[in-house]
Nanobody, 123 residues
Framework: QVQLVESGGGLVQAGGSLRLSCAAS????????MGWFRQAPGKEREFVAA???????YYSDSVKGRFTISRDNAKNTVYLQMNSLRPEDTAVYYC?????????????????WGQGTQVTVSS
């Protein structure tokens, strides 16, 4: 079965950096889109970034210029490099996989989800 396993979350001060990883198994990684979403307490799941199976990249306006998504098809892994972190970035971050085009920001378009990793940014 498909498994997505996130890692790299933690506690960081505002202005700091974290790198999230998501290792995928049970699917043909190079043939699926990969994405990151986040969910803060009491809020809806929010799109963060996506990289299509053919390499096109999308970001939400709230993270553009600070976060970088990348994928390594040889390692079946997608990454999210997060720089200049802010307290409002605090959330559980989820990895997603599927064929989400063209609405990458719609969480209902994504078929598979990881268990999430907590990111906490202190002020």
């Amino acid at each position: 079965q498909v498994q997505l396993v996130e890692s790299g979350g933690g506690l960081v001060q505002a202005g700091g950096s974290l790198r999230l990883s998501c290792a995928a198994s049970g699917l043909t990684f190079g043939n699926v889109d990969m994405g990151w979403f986040r969910q803060a307490p009491g809020k809806e799941r929010e799109f963060v970034a996506a990289v299509s199976w053919f390499g096109t990249i999308y970001y939400s306006d709230s993270v553009k210029g600070r976060f970088t998504i990348s994928r390594d098809n040889a390692k079946n892994t997608v990454y999210l490099q997060m720089n200049s972190l802010r307290p409002e970035d605090t959330a559980v971050y989820y990895c997603a996989a599927g064929l989400a085009a063209p609405r990458y920001s719609d969480h209902k378009r994504w078929e598979y989800w990881g268990q999430g990793t907590q990111v906490t940014v202190s002020s």
